[in-house]
């Protein structure tokens, strides 16, 4: 069931609904009758996919149906997006004077609420206050950010963005990979030559933040290594940034053994330059050839393979293999050996077929045995990691 509550962000709640009804969830919209003062019920009504029922908020209406209890006893999820000061204020204290707060306090499935308002709101003592006790009761909080709020101010207190919504959502509703914790590595590492130049590589990053997301929506909890990332595709994910092979080689050293599986989908530099200098090299000094020395990074994943299982970790390991050949399984094969990993996704990047498209076609090795996969990059992360959290299960 989705809560909407009358304020400006209520329109954001639009592709939230849209996002249950296109995973195949059946949604129940209640909206408070201040909601309607942001949102039409037209638009609520011609969103796509599953049916959508959106129930008369008011209370006296239909009721010999008991539509409070029948709509609490009917949810697996109760999300309030937005959440308004009003409504929270309301929930803390157990007050239910209209459809969505009787409901809600009907509802014993779990609940999850997305505030949104003005930053003094926010952070008045009041709000603060009934946050931790909402908290305590067990109430799931999806953190308001900073940004542009109505008209010209900014500040903490925008509505989360609908994808990190559903993601929590999904999270909550528990799923083949919920208990476990995912520490995935993705984007590509840069080397620096100079103070403006590095050796970088293709990888966009895509992939990784789909593995990411799926393990989000399968019910992990999720933390990201970007490696040189923008904001924009990694919004919503825990995120440690890092840019180098030896930062994302220390951040992942940092979290040794607080995870049940890593996928290690960033591309990696081999090489660095063995002397970068923090100054700018100019190119009337070094003429017309450029020799930069290059020295080995070290190999991350197989490094970090051999410190778990000293430490006799199960973490279960993915690694991956950009290979620019047809032959994609045998070389899968020896990158899976080489590395000591549990699994490798293989993928074959030659004529820019991966690198920053939003479809993939990867072939999944692990030593019983091997599965093809195609199709946009969040479908691929979401199919592989359900076969592997299947896997776990059975192991
Ligand atoms: N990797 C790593 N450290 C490196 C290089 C790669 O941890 N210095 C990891 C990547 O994150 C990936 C896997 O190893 O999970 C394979 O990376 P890939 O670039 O396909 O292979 P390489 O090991 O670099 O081998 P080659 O270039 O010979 O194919």
Redesign the pocket.
């Known amino acids: 069931m989705v809560g909407v509550t009358g304020g400006i962000a209520a329109y954001k709640c639009a592709p939230l609904i849209r996002l249950f009804s296109e995973a195949g969830h059946k949604v129940q919209v209640v909206a408070t009758n201040n909601a309607f003062k942001f949102i039409g019920k037209t638009t609520l009504e011609a969103l796509s996919g599953n049916p959508i029922s959106i129930v008369d908020p008011d209370l006296f209406t239909d009721v010999d149906q008991v539509k409070h209890i029948a709509l609490a006893k009917s949810a697996d999820l109760v999300v309030v997006a937005p959440a308004t000061a009003s409504f929270l204020a309301k929930m803390t204290s157990g007050i239910a004077d209209d459809l969505l707060t009787t409901t809600v306090l009907a509802a014993t499935c779990p609940v999850i609420v997305a505030p949104a308002m003005h930053t003094e709101m926010w952070e008045n003592k009041a709000t603060v206050s009934n946050i931790e006790t909402l908290k305590l009761r067990g109430v799931t909080i999806v953190w308001p950010a900073v940004g542009r709020l109505t008209g010209e101010d900014t500040g903490a207190g925008r509505l989360a963005e609908p994808e990190e919504i559903f993601e929590t959502a999904m999270a909550a509703l528990g799923g083949p990979l919920s208990g476990k914790r995912v520490l995935v590595?993705a984007g590509g590492?840069r080397e620096p030559i100079d103070a403006a130049r590095f050796i970088g590589?293709f990888s966009s990053g895509k992939q990784g933040v789909a593995f990411a997301r799926a393990a989000k929506l399968l019910g992990a909890e999720v933390e990201l290594i970007a490696a040189n990332l923008d904001d924009s595709l990694t919004s919503g994910l825990k995120t440690t940034s890092v840019s180098t092979?030896l930062e994302?080689?220390n951040a992942l050293a940092e979290k040794s053994g607080s995870y049940d599986m890593l996928v290690?989908?960033?591309?990696?530099?081999?090489y660095k330059p063995t002397d970068p200098t923090s100054s700018k090299l100019k190119r009337s000094e070094m003429g017309e050839q450029l020799n930069v020395s290059l020295v080995?990074?070290?190999?991350?994943?197989?490094?970090?393979v051999k410190s778990l299982r000293a430490s006799a970790s199960k973490a279960v390991v993915?690694?991956?293999?950009?290979?620019a050949s047809d032959d994609l399984e045998s070389?899968a094969r020896v990158?899976l050996s080489?590395?000591g990993?549990d699994y490798?996704?293989?993928n074959d990047i030659s004529d820019g077929k991966v690198f920053g498209r939003d479809n993939t076609e990867i072939v999944l090795v692990d030593k019983s045995g091997s599965n093809k996969f195609q199709g946009s990059k969040q479908t691929v992360a979401k199919d592989v990691l359900s076969l592997i959290a299947s896997n776990m299960g059975q192991s």
């Open positions: 590595t590492t590589n092979a994302l080689s290690m989908a960033a591309a990696v530099a081999d080995a990074n070290p190999d991350i994943l197989v490094e970090t993915i690694g991956f293999a950009a290979e070389l990158k080489a590395k990993c490798v996704v293989a």
